[in-house]
């Protein structure tokens, strides 16, 4: 899944089979379905919800960060912020007293419009 590594943004399962086909890479549906399922049962890839059905996929590896969604064009920004993250961990915290879970991680995700689909 080297095109994982080189995207900047999360890809998802049509988005892999696209650029296949763009780059007329021979492939078998199947086989990619199952290897992102490998991967991200394996802890490589993380699974990225942005809320519109779709299920995409980015590099554990990455250093942690949270993104902005454009809802038109699924544009997406990458950031991160501590403020925000020491929130979280708090938050975390008091999750896992309530509810005795051990939280591992999170994904933040806002939403809106970019410049162009406004
Ligand atoms: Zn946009
Ligand atoms: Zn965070």
Redo the contacts with the bound molecule.
């Keep these: 899944m080297i095109i994982l590594k080189k995207s900047k943004y999360p890809l998802s399962y049509d988005d892999l089979i696209d650029y296949l086909k763009k780059k007329k890479i021979d492939f078998n549906r199947s086989t990619v379905f199952r290897n992102l399922n490998y991967l991200t049962e394996n802890n490589f890839l993380i699974k990225v919800n942005f809320g519109d059905g779709k299920i995409r996929y980015e590099l554990k590896e990455r250093d942690?960060h949270?993104h902005v969604i454009c809802r038109k064009c699924k544009k997406v920004y990458d950031f991160y912020d501590q403020d925000?993250?020491k929130a979280?961990k708090k938050l975390e915290k008091k999750l896992i007293k309530k509810n005795k879970i051990n939280i591992d991680s999170?994904q933040?995700e806002f939403f809106g419009y970019c410049q162009k689909c406004l």
């Design positions: 942690h949270h925000l993250d979280i999170h933040f």
